[in-house]
């Protein structure tokens, strides 16, 4: 007498040994953790400065798709590039720079921006009055006015200033 194998049989013993003997080399692994840190120099930079790039850690090392996008909170205070992560100080401020994996997972880290300095070299006072007596007071009218890059939509306010004690 012969015996037969159910097809059934033969399909479900095919079935697992096709599943079971694909391992998991095909499989995706997801970005867990996007940690982003800055130059030894901080994250601190000068409107209208040199820029400054970060540096991203993506977890697990073998993710899959480590790829990220850069962005920042505040492009009026600080812009980064897209896929690079260099930032630009822009103007006077904070903001804070992302950066996300393909599925959502970020990292955050906030950089500041400050004023530039300048520095005054002169100061030329022209007046009618051409001398002063020991004691007396002259007011200076609006005695500097700076037209800084990082701050070219407004004049800086400057009150006048009383100078005393002018010995001659």
């Given amino acids: 007498m012969k015996k037969f194998i159910p097809i059934g049989f033969l399909t479900a013993v095919f ?15 997801a970005v867990t953790s996007v940690t982003i840190t800055a130059p030894s ?4 930079l000068t409107a209208g400065g040199a820029s400054l790039t970060l ?14 996008t850069w962005t920042s909170a ?14 630009t100080p822009v103007g006077v401020g ?22 530039a300095t300048v520095a005054v070299t002169s100061v030329t006072i022209t007046d009618k009055k051409e001398t002063l007596e020991i004691g007396e007071k002259f007011v200076f009218k609006r005695i500097l ?15 006048d200033y009383v100078a005393t004690n002018i010995f001659c």
Avoid: R
């Fill in 145 to 159: 006015l700076l037209h800084l890059s990082v701050n070219h939509h407004k004049e800086p306010y400057l009150p």
């Fill in 41 to 44: 120099g901080g994250t601190t």
């Fill in 94 to 115: 904070t903001s804070v720079i992302t950066a996300a994996a393909k599925n959502g997972v970020k990292g955050t880290i906030t950089v500041t921006v400050q004023a």
């Fill in 55 to 68: 540096t991203a850690v993506v977890l697990p090392e073998d993710a899959t798709d480590k790829t990220l």
């Fill in 15 to 29: 079935a697992i040994a096709m599943f079971s003997c694909s391992g998991d080399k095909d499989k995706d692994v």
């Fill in 74 to 87: 505040a492009t009026t205070v600080a812009t980064v590039g897209e896929k690079t992560g260099v930032v």
